[in-house]
């Protein structure tokens, strides 16, 4: 008797269109459900977090940025007050002096001018004429080219100088002079007294300036050292209120400076609010000239220890947010910033299209419905289709984990497809690096080890002496300053059609023509060598100014054939360029240092660019691997009429050197020496010619003994 097995359960699957439906109509459902209670109970309180948040991201913000103007004019004060010839007092005909003070008055754009007051009442002050209002130009009655006007007051010692005022154009020339104010003291200014009175405080005002009759505010520091006297920069109001103007938030918003008597000492109309002080004197106008109910005591609650956000409501019941940050560099001034916004006007368009915005979810919910029903049959049938053509490629399939399964029996399927194409994409990405696989595969080369040979420009290039400049460096700043190197000259090997090969210690390797054709490698790599000194020029200089030494980097070039392609093991491949063309792109890099030059090229690239740029000859060299002498020449500068004659009175000196009469040729090194004396090509064939005409007199003695 036989016994019947029970038939095997299959396991559940679900078709494709049925899953995506019904996952699409729960998401909806969701959704709209969610939309529901947010759009009806929540939406208030997240409305207030959001703008409570907000807001005082912005305050943070715009008191940094306030922060920083003032401590960048703070810094120039700093610098300026640490000069010798301003603790000396050596203001008169100071062209570098008046260079510095130009340079800072151009870096920091919302400063009118920078002066220094002295206890003996001399007096040095340089202001940016078309900073102040129109008015103030035309009452100078100076010429269109004037940028900058100085007024010099000179008391120090008995020959004092009479008041002088003088005007610079923009690059610092003299365009006019006229007498300087005779009854100005700057001793009985603000700034002045002020200054020593209170020397933690950096801001003074606003109060009127004597030179343009405007309000605003002076940042001023007393003298440390030297001559007892103070430095001071002013800040117009007018620049103050539009870089307020620019922290406000929609169409009623303010943001505004206040000081710790609540008084507003900056705000986008400061003029107006100052205007409306009934015989102000030298007062601020109070919080209350604002006129917002509410705000004083959200003022206190902050100060009281409370949230740096706070919320009132003016007499019309409408509400507002408001935030609250110090700025640190006022120091005992105590001058905080506040950004105020109106709750319904900052998030009018969530709260009045939120009923709105709901329906039109709904109504999209319900007509995409028929829409996702034909799209889940249509995807399905394709998905369907799609596994049976990469079951096609499974002869790739390594299974060495188990592949993925699923409910849905048309995305188990794709699941046994994915597994066997991931497993060879997984393979392959094994070989070589994802960016060169990626460029090798849009040129069209064959991705297997080995190469083929071509013609390639190669270049080498090296940093002089660098293991001695960052042997005691700080590791770390090492690598972020060659970092910085290295991205510069990539980027500009790479935008003239270049390929990196390798970064080898603080060296760069990189070749033209491969992997993709370029018939004109050798003018691309001529024009990127020269772009990459003109860079690393560029980078130098701010490498100096952050206090790092310079890279002087030396450049090899050579043209000719070399087998190109992926060398390595099965696990890691390098695309490189191998052979004797690479060994003397290296050879000339290295060649740099004997002759005191930046580029040095071989005869072939000369004669593949002649015309296109301008070479000098150098010397003829026998590298090792080549069967005849290599002629060297430096590249200097693409062609032009003027570099077409430079170098010809030294392509006479070189004629007369290679015609192998040491002593003539030595003659001419030496009167091109005396015109160039720090000539480097020159002072090396100098000394090899000196050595060879002292050698036969050493034989010649060594017979006669």
Aim: glycine letters at 6%; a neutral charge.
């Amino acid at each position: 008797m036989t016994t019947k097995r029970p038939a095997q359960r299959r396991p559940l699957r679900i078709g494709f269109r049925t899953s995506i439906v019904t996952l699409f109509v729960a998401v909806v459902l969701f959704v709209g459900l969610t939309l529901v209670y947010l759009s009806f109970s929540r939406v208030s309180l997240i409305t207030r977090t959001a703008a409570s948040t907000f807001i005082d991201k912005v305050a943070q913000l715009g008191a940094d940025r306030i922060d920083s103007k003032f401590r960048n004019v703070r810094d120039s004060l700093e610098i300026l007050a640490g000069l010798p010839s301003i603790q000396s007092a050596e203001i008169e005909d100071n062209s570098r002096l008046y260079s510095l003070m130009a340079s800072m008055l151009r870096n920091n754009p919302q400063i009118f001018n920078l002066y220094i007051g002295y206890e003996d009442g001399s007096f040095l002050e340089m202001d940016v004429i078309d900073r102040a209002k129109p008015a103030f130009r035309a009452s100078l009655d100076v010429d269109e080219d004037a940028a900058f006007r100085v007024v010099i007051i000179s008391r120090t010692g008995n020959a004092s100088s009479s008041p002088v005022t003088i005007f610079l154009s923009d690059n610092l020339i003299q365009v006019a002079e006229t007498k300087g104010p005779a009854t100005y003291d700057p001793r009985q200014r603000p700034w002045y007294v002020e200054a020593f009175k209170d020397e933690k405080t950096l801001l003074t005002g606003p109060y009127v300036f004597f030179a343009t009759g405007q309000p605003g505010y002076t940042l001023r520091t007393a003298l440390r050292e030297g001559r007892r006297g103070v430095v001071a920069a002013d800040l117009l109001l007018n620049r103050l209120e539009a870089m307020l103007d620019e922290q406000r938030l929609g169409d009623s918003g303010v943001a505004f400076l206040f000081n710790d008597s609540a008084r507003i000492v900056g705000h986008p109309e400061m003029n107006r609010l100052m205007d409306e002080i009934p015989e102000r004197g030298n007062e601020l106008p109070p919080m209350s000239a604002i006129k917002l109910p509410g705000l004083p005591q959200a003022v206190e609650a902050w100060r009281k220890g409370g949230a740096s956000q706070q919320f009132f409501t003016d007499d019309a019941g409408r509400t507002y947010v408001a935030a609250f940050h110090g700025i640190e560099t006022a120091g005992n001034a105590g001058i905080k910033l506040a950004v105020i916004a109106p709750l319904d006007e900052f998030f009018a368009k969530i709260i009045s299209e939120r009923r709105g915005l709901f329906a039109l979810a709904l109504g999209f919910v319900l007509g995409m419905l028929p829409l996702a029903i034909w799209l889940g049959s249509m995807l399905a049938r394709s998905l369907r289709s799609l596994a049976q053509q990469t079951d096609e490629i499974q002869h790739f399939r390594l299974a060495d984990r188990p592949r993925l399964h699923s409910v849905i029996e048309e995305i188990n399927e794709l699941g046994r497809s994915v597994f066997a194409t991931r497993t060879v994409i997984r393979n392959f990405s094994s070989f070589v690096p994802k960016p060169i696989v990626r460029q090798l595969i849009e040129s069209g080369t064959s991705i297997e080890l080995g190469g083929t040979r071509r013609e390639v420009t190669v270049l080498f290039t090296d940093v002089a002496d660098f293991t001695a400049k960052t042997e005691k460096a700080d590791p770390s700043e090492v690598m972020i300053f060659t970092s910085r190197y290295f991205a510069a000259l990539s980027e500009v090997i790479m935008k003239h059609h270049g390929t990196i090969d390798k970064f080898i210690g603080d060296a760069v390797m990189a070749f033209w023509n491969a992997p993709d054709d370029d018939p004109d490698h050798v003018v691309h790599a001529c024009e990127a060598v020269l772009a990459c000194v003109k860079r690393n020029s560029e980078l130098n200089e701010q490498f100096c100014k952050a206090g790092w030494p310079a890279y002087g980097t030396r450049f090899g070039l050579h043209v000719g054939d070399a087998v190109v392609g992926n060398v390595g093991s099965s696990d890691r491949m390098n695309y490189t360029a191998l052979g004797a063309t690479v060994n003397l792109a290296a050879r000339l890099e290295g060649l740099n240092k004997n002759y005191g030059t930046q580029v040095l090229v071989s005869a072939a690239v000369k004669e593949r660019v002649e015309g296109r740029f301008a070479f000098r000859s150098v010397d003829e060299i026998k590298p090792k691997g080549f069967a005849e002498a290599v002629r060297v020449f430096e590249l200097r500068c693409e062609t032009d009429e003027a570099a077409k004659h430079a170098f010809q009175r030294w392509e006479i000196v070189y004629a007369a050197i290679r015609q192998d009469q040491p002593a003539a040729a030595l003659v001419g090194v030496t009167n091109f020496l005396a015109q160039y004396p720090d000539d480097g090509v020159a002072q090396y064939h100098a000394e090899r010619l000196r050595v060879e005409l002292q050698v036969p007199r050493r034989i010649a003695r060594g017979a006669m003994q």
